[in-house]
């Protein structure tokens, strides 16, 4: 079985808690940092917070971000999607399906719970 040592997953991981520092919410999955941050957004928060890595449930690693208050809507239409990215190196970091898809209007607020993301052992 192969194995990888904490510190070579947690050297991958710590990009997100040390560069990450924008989410957005997104009509579609972006692939890139422009389609995350302007083709893409509905809406986003620049107060990201990403704890340093640590254990995963099941096996691997994981940063775990705060729960988003202050999100802005600046578009309408539906959220399906999110994006974590860096904005001062123009990077795309992190994207993800929402639990839910949710209608969005512009000029509304939106709110998210604390999440994770992380990698797993190998098998």
Do not use: K, W
Not at 28 to 55: I, K, R, V
Not at 67 to 92: E, V
Not at 94 to 117: P, R
Request: contains cysteine; proline residues 3%; aromatic residues 4%.
């Amino acid at each position: 079985m192969a194995t990888l040592n904490d510190r070579v997953l947690d050297s991958g991981l710590t990009t997100l808690d040390t560069e990450a520092n924008r989410i957005d919410v997104c009509s579609q999955e972006p692939t890139t940092y422009a389609e995350a941050t302007s083709t893409y957004t509905l809406g986003n928060s620049t107060s990201l917070s990403g704890a340093a890595p640590s254990d995963r449930s099941g096996g691997g690693r994981e940063v775990v971000f705060a729960a988003i208050t202050d999100g802005s809507i600046t578009g309408t239409g539906t959220a399906t999607h999110y994006s974590i990215s860096d904005t001062n190196n123009s990077r795309l970091l992190v994207t993800g399906s929402l639990s839910a898809s949710q209608s969005v209007t512009n000029g509304n607020s939106f709110t998210g719970a604390s999440f994770a993301t992380g990698i797993p052992d190998p098998s």
